[in-house]
């Protein structure tokens, strides 16, 4: 048993804008020991609920970190106030890699880094994820994730939910048998998802690397496991080739042609193209990045067309029906806590409508997931990950970039609300 004093420091680690509210709490309990907790009571003027619906004038009480019941707003006890605000699921980001980063150098950083400061820049980028919004995300991936995310489990440091793919299949992993056994290992790594490199990189022209056979040993023994596959690929072959190996998910996709999106959406791939973040941050931070395996002239020309190309694409893609579109942004070193960006973009140079792109990081972005049943919506059951935003992001979707309140789990990390009332 933990000692009272042990409970108030636990509870002001877990949270420490809700200390007093925890010491109350917990003087109380002395007395009252079965007496409920107090109910979290959340009133908006605008409720975004991540599957297509809008409610004016909402109510959401939270209990316990699920949300209980979401409805009209009615008289009575309020514990946070939010009329000028809009309260939407916190959002999700299916594909970043967490621990990229600038170094001590300024520099992007490979290798030869010592672990304990590597994981610190993982967990910064964790931290600015949360605030500015994002409460899950998918890392795609490497080893440190496994630390990163028993880590923000424990619920002591401040990070979205964490899924990773530790170590990808490639050209290099070897024969279907060899492929087969990879992900095995990385499975009983403990590997939420699969990640499968079945073209080259960008800044290599993104021709196709794996064959038809490999991609569907890969696919189909993360099948069996009961695990998700996340397949790069930029060529069209590679991506019809992913779709065609039943793979859950494909990502870039910057070569796709029409007919190769419409059997995307034929055969339920969901894809997870980057269009508004990634390339756009290597080139910002071209000097960070130059000089470092295929960050050379030619990699950056490469990346300089792919924009382009990048927003063709994209725009023929929302126009597929029933194309499963999730929102990723591939974020590396000095794009995390921008994640946002890549909605802002989607809707805005793309012209996909705001209410799809917001459904793209909540509720779908949770199904591609297979987290649709915990996460992503605001209705009685779900987990209590909610997100206020100053502005209407439907009437102008810049309003994500102004988050300024975060609950996750039922714990509050940010609330700067009181500081933007007009
Ligand atoms: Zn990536």
């Given at each position: 048993m933990k000692t009272m004093a042990q409970k108030i420091a636990s509870g002001f680690l877990r949270n420490r804008f809700r200390l007093a509210q925890a010491a109350g709490?917990?003087?109380?309990?002395?007395?009252?020991?079965?007496?409920?907790?107090?109910?979290?009571?959340?009133?908006?003027?605008?409720?975004?609920?991540?599957?297509?619906?809008?409610?004016?004038?909402?109510?959401?009480?939270?209990?316990?970190?699920?949300?209980?019941?979401?409805?009209?707003?009615?008289?009575?006890?309020?514990?946070?106030?939010?009329?000028?605000?809009?309260?939407?699921?916190?959002?999700?980001?299916?594909?970043v890699h967490i621990d990229t980063h600038f170094g001590k150098s300024g520099r992007v950083v490979r290798e030869g880094e010592p672990p304990q400061e590597s994981i610190l820049y993982a967990a910064e980028n964790a931290y600015t994820m949360l605030i500015n919004g994002f409460t899950t995300t998918q890392?795609?991936?490497?080893?440190?994730?496994?630390?990163?995310?028993?880590?923000?489990?424990?619920?002591?440091?401040p990070g979205p939910r964490l899924l990773t793919s530790i170590a990808p299949v490639d050209e290099h992993t070897g024969t279907p048998d060899q492929i087969r056994q990879f992900v095995r290992k990385?499975?009983?790594?403990?590997?939420?998802?699969?990640?499968?490199?079945?073209?080259?990189?960008?800044?290599?022209?993104?021709?196709?690397?794996?064959t038809q056979a490999q991609i569907e040993a890969a696919c189909d023994e993360a099948k069996t496991l009961g695990r998700r596959t996340w397949v790069h690929a930029h060529a069209d072959s590679a991506v019809k080739a992913a779709a065609a190996a039943g793979?859950?998910?494909?990502?870039?996709?910057?070569?796709?042609?029409?007919?190769?999106?419409?059997?995307?959406?034929?055969?339920?791939?969901?894809?997870?193209?980057?269009?508004?973040?990634?390339?756009?941050?290597?080139?910002?931070?071209?000097?960070?990045?130059?000089?470092?395996?295929?960050?050379?002239e030619a990699g950056f020309a490469f990346m300089e067309k792919g924009i382009s190309l990048n927003l063709d694409m994209f725009k023929r893609a929302i126009r597929v029906k029933g194309l499963k579109l999730v929102m990723g942004t591939d974020a590396g070193a000095g794009a995390h806590g921008k994640n946002a960006q890549e909605i802002i973009y989607r809707v805005q140079n793309?012209?996909?409508?705001?209410?799809?792109?917001?459904?793209?990081?909540?509720?779908?972005?949770?199904?591609?997931?297979?987290?649709?049943?915990?996460?992503?919506?605001?209705?009685?059951?779900?987990?209590?990950?909610?997100?206020?935003?100053?502005?209407?992001?439907?009437?102008?979707?810049?309003?994500?970039?102004?988050?300024?309140?975060?609950?996750?789990?039922?714990?509050?990390?940010?609330?700067?609300a009181a500081g933007t009332r007009r």
């Open positions: 709490a917990l003087l109380f309990a002395v007395t009252a020991p079965l007496m409920a907790q107090e109910l979290t009571v959340i009133r908006v003027g605008t409720l975004i609920d991540g599957k297509g619906g809008v409610l004016r004038s909402a109510t959401v009480v939270v209990d316990e970190g699920k949300i209980k019941s979401v409805g009209q707003a009615s008289a009575g006890r309020v514990t946070y106030d939010f009329p000028q605000f809009t309260l939407l699921p916190g959002l999700i980001d299916t594909h890392s795609i991936g490497s080893r440190l994730d496994l630390d990163l995310r028993a880590a923000t489990a424990r619920g002591m440091l990385v499975v009983a790594d403990g590997a939420d998802v699969i990640k499968i490199f079945a073209s080259k990189s960008i800044r290599e022209g993104g021709g196709q690397t794996l793979c859950w998910s494909v990502t870039h996709g910057s070569q796709v042609t029409d007919a190769t999106l419409a059997f995307m959406a034929e055969r339920g791939t969901f894809f997870e193209p980057n269009i508004g973040l990634l390339l756009q941050n290597y080139i910002q931070n071209k000097d960070r990045y130059f000089g470092i395996g295929n960050f050379n793309a012209g996909q409508p705001a209410m799809d792109a917001i459904i793209g990081a909540t509720s779908l972005a949770a199904e591609a997931l297979g987290m649709k049943d915990t996460i992503g919506i605001v209705a009685p059951g779900y987990e209590a990950d909610l997100i206020a935003v100053d502005g209407d992001p439907i009437k102008d979707v810049t309003a994500l970039r102004r988050v300024v309140f975060v609950m996750k789990d039922g714990h509050i990390y940010k609330n700067v």
